[in-house]
Structures are given as structure tokens and as C-alpha cells.
């Protein structure tokens, strides 16, 4: 069956870097696109940033745009999600997502 694992959450300072990866299995991963989703405390999960299948077409929430970097890996069937310049606002819970294929989500604070 599909799987999405991700990995990677921490505490971490504000202005600091994080890198998050999302290990996949069950599906011809290199075929599909994949996408980051956070949800911060009390709020809607949101979007954060998509890969297309060749990794050629990604798009960011403006929110990320600049800050973030997401990319993927078909040899290895892994998402990454290079995480620069974070603030409180970007604490969350992040999520790997393919179609209707979910992760457990990873744990980001980020707090001084």
C-alpha cells in the first residue's frame, strides 16, 4: 500500500535552517506529484509547495516563496523540503501528500 513517511521536524531557533524528507513506497513514485502541507495550531492545514513529477514545475505558497525549497529524488523515491529562514509562523505540522495519500506528519517548532 502507499506509504509517506516523513522526517526531519525539530525545535529549532528562529532565522535557522531545516530539512524535511518525506520516504515513499507502494506507488510508481517517479510518475507521480507530490506536495508539502503544514498545519499550525489551531489553524486549516495549508499548502506550502508542490513538485511535478520530472521536478521541472514547482510551485510555493507566498507565504514560503524565496524561504523554502522543496525538491525530490525518483532514484530514491524520497520529497525533501530545504526549510531556510524559518520564524514562529512557520511552526507546524508538515505533511507529504500524494493525491489522496497522507503522511503521520512531521513536528516543526520553531522558537527561540
Known amino acids: 500500500q502507499v506509504q509517506l513517511v516523513e522526517s526531519g521536524g525539530t525545535l529549532v531557533q528562529p532565522g535557522r535552517s531545516l530539512r524535511l524528507s518525506c520516504a515513499t513506497s507502494?506507488?510508481?513514485?517517479?510518475?507521480?506529484?507530490l506536495a508539502w502541507f503544514r498545519q499550525a495550531p489551531g489553524k486549516e492545514r495549508e499548502f506550502v509547495a508542490s513538485?511535478?513529477?520530472?521536478?521541472?514545475?514547482?510551485n510555493y505558497a507566498g507565504a514560503v516563496e524565496g524561504r523554502f525549497t522543496a525538491s525530490r529524488d525518483n532514484a530514491k523515491s524520497e520529497l525533501y523540503l530545504q526549510m531556510n529562514s524559518l520564524t514562529a509562523e512557520d511552526t507546524g505540522i508538515y505533511y507529504c501528500?500524494?493525491?489522496?495519500?497522507w503522511g503521520q506528519g512531521t513536528q516543526v517548532t520553531v522558537s527561540s
Open positions: 507502494g506507488f510508481a513514485f517517479r510518475y507521480e506529484n
Open positions: 501528500n500524494m493525491g489522496g495519500h
Open positions: 513538485v511535478s513529477w520530472n521536478g521541472r514545475m514547482i
